[in-house]
């Protein structure tokens, strides 16, 4: 099993910057790729950015350019520059398993408002 606990999230002007935080804890050896998600009420949940246990990153089109995936151990972040309003959303952890397993953060909330 593996626990993730997301952190970071909150208010943010348009045009600013936010760091999410994932920490990773349990059987972190089985993970092969962490993801970041979002999702807004209504809607189906998004993937937003990837991580594979190769350091390999890659982010949607929608926010290539702004986002950032990285890691340093048994955190993954996302760093989020030049945030719009169409970015608000509960953002998710994901740790994608070896054995096919998927398991999620409790997620946090961005909102970008003036």
């Known amino acids: 099993q593996v626990q993730l606990v997301e952190s970071g999230g909150g208010l943010v002007q348009p045009g600013g910057s936010l760091r999410l935080s994932c920490a990773a804890s349990?059987?972190?050896?089985?993970?092969?790729?962490m993801d970041w998600y979002r999702q807004n009420p209504g809607k189906e949940r998004e993937l937003v950015g990837r991580i594979t246990n190769s350091g390999n990153t890659n982010v949607v089109d929608s926010v290539k350019g702004r986002f950032t995936v990285s890691r340093d151990n048994a955190k993954i972040y996302l760093q989020m520059n030049g945030l719009k309003p169409e970015d608000t959303a509960v953002y998710y952890c994901?740790?994608?398993?070896?054995?096919?397993?998927?398991?999620w953060g409790q997620g946090t909330q961005v909102i970008v408002s003036s």
């Open positions: 349990g059987s972190i050896f089985s993970i092969s790729a």
């Open positions: 994901s740790a994608e398993t070896d054995y096919g397993g998927r398991s």
